[in-house]
């Protein structure tokens, strides 16, 4: 069943191991969206907020990629708002520190 609001975002690619930077797939009824790793969890938000409005937007949640933040880099790096989810799981930027970060430095 697909209609407007029950939807595949990301097609089903299997059961496959997703860890932190694979997404296996996405999916939304309404305003419920479906995922196997979260970190598409913001893009989808993203879709359903009033963008002109302000939000604040706290994430707990324990990873040893965070234990020293670099929240300003992570700040001026964020991907755009608007763009795909293919765009957003694409993002990535060169690091501060050096690197490219594209799967470690996700934001």
Same mark, same amino acid.
């Given at each position: 069943?697909?209609?407007?609001?029950?939807?595949?975002?990301?097609?089903?690619?299997?059961?496959?191991?997703?860890? %932190?930077?694979?997404?296996?797939?996405?999916?939304?009824?309404?305003?419920? *969206?479906?995922?196997?790793?979260?970190?598409? %969890?913001?893009?989808?938000?993203?879709?359903?907020?009033?963008?002109?409005?302000?939000?604040?937007?706290?994430?707990?949640?324990?990873?040893?990629?965070?234990?020293?933040?670099?929240?300003?880099?992570?700040?001026?790096?964020?991907?755009?708002? %608007?763009?795909?989810?293919?765009? *957003?799981?694409?993002?990535? *930027?060169?690091?501060?520190?050096?690197?490219?970060?594209?799967?470690?430095?996700?934001?």
């Amino acid at each position: 069943m697909s209609t407007d609001s029950n939807k595949w975002i990301l097609p089903f690619k299997g059961r496959n191991h997703s860890g %932190a930077f694979e997404q296996n797939f996405v999916w939304r009824s309404g305003n419920v *969206y479906v995922m196997d790793n979260h970190r598409a %969890a913001l893009w989808c938000w993203l879709q359903e907020l009033d963008l002109k409005t302000p939000h604040s937007l706290f994430h707990i949640d324990q990873h040893t990629d965070t234990l020293q933040s670099r929240l300003d880099e992570w700040m001026k790096n964020l991907p755009d708002w %608007a763009s795909s989810l293919q765009d *957003y799981l694409d993002h990535s *930027y060169q690091s501060e520190f050096g690197g490219n970060c594209q799967r470690s430095c996700r934001v």
